[in-house]
């Protein structure tokens, strides 16, 4: 059997591997520099063309912007989707004091930018991406990127007097999560991404307050096509997380589809050399066509 971090390693190089992908238009949906949306044009010339949405991981922290998911994000448009590849505010590029790992998340920017980025992306596709088809969208996220696409897809049910939530259900064909941190307790429990979430809601003493705005698990049922792709050799998010969330879903009398793949890791599922980032477009494309 390979040695666990080997091959994670191996993984990660693989999928870091490729070059950046410029897109083919990018629009502001606010001042701050973080708040830009890239679009991609479907490549085989299709017009309305379904729209992908997607929010890259990295742990909510500043080194790791939207650059590394725009391959996958290519692959996607190459297989006839239209891509809108989010970029939103993260953490600090400074570690926190005592720490060693820079700062994961902001609160609440972190989650302003998502909800006015989705709020933003029919118009500002309608002007830069002709060829999508705003009535056909599916969000799609990594990582972290997972928990921000479960999220986005829930904000009708947040609590209320929440400032992100919806008065209806976002009109979304669904959302695809890829290895999301979408339980907030099992992660925590785990030490996903060495402590990130309780980073991402402020520190321990905001835990409890701010976790029932924020983890998916909390935010059910939702009414929205949901799956989960998740590799069941991940370190990094390791599959318990997805089970549990699938499990969340199940006693809320709503079944979230999860597919584990045998063999696979955390980065494999977006890297465009690995037969799991077929597979996760291929559960995009259910939900998109």
């Known amino acids: 059997m390979p040695d666990p971090a080997a091959r994670a390693a191996a993984e990660e190089a693989s999928a870091f591997s490729h070059p950046a992908v410029a897109p083919d238009a990018s629009a502001a949906y606010g001042e701050h520099p973080d708040q830009v949306i890239d679009f991609y044009a479907p490549r085989d010339g299709r017009t309305r063309a379904p729209l992908v949405v997607a929010l890259h991981g990295g742990a909510w922290r500043a080194p790791y912007d939207r650059l590394h998911l725009t391959p996958f994000v290519d692959f996607l448009a190459r297989r006839g989707f239209a891509v809108a590849n989010v970029e939103y505010r993260r953490g600090s590029d400074i570690p926190r004091q005592g720490g060693a790992a820079p700062v994961a998340g902001r609160w609440p920017e972190t989650f302003d930018d998502v909800a006015a980025a989705l709020d933003a992306v029919p118009e500002l596709a309608a002007a830069h991406l002709p060829q999508a088809d705003t009535g056909r969208i599916v969000l799609t996220g990594h990582s972290a990127g997972g928990q921000l696409a479960l999220w986005a897809a829930a904000r009708h049910v947040l609590p209320a007097g929440s400032p992100w939530r919806l008065p209806a259900p976002p009109p979304l064909r669904g959302v695809v999560a890829l290895a999301p941190i979408a339980h907030f307790a099992t992660a925590v429990a785990l030490g996903v991404c060495g402590?990130?979430?309780?980073?991402?809601?402020?520190?321990?003493?905001?835990?409890?307050?701010?976790?029932?705005?924020?983890?998916?698990?909390?935010?059910?049922?939702?009414?929205?096509?949901?799956?989960?792709?998740?590799?069941?050799e991940d370190v990094d998010v390791p599959h318990l997380v997805a089970e549990a969330f699938a499990e969340a879903s199940a006693k809320a009398g709503e079944e979230a589809g999860l597919t584990l793949l045998e063999g696979v890791g955390h980065f494999p599922l977006i890297d465009p050399a690995a037969d799991a980032c077929a597979v996760a477009a291929e559960e995009i494309a259910q939900l998109a066509w």
């Open 195 to 232: 402590g990130a979430v309780t980073e991402l809601l402020g520190g321990a003493s905001s835990y409890e307050e701010r976790a029932v705005h924020a983890d998916p698990s909390a935010l059910l049922p939702t009414g929205i096509a949901t799956t989960v792709v998740q590799g069941r």
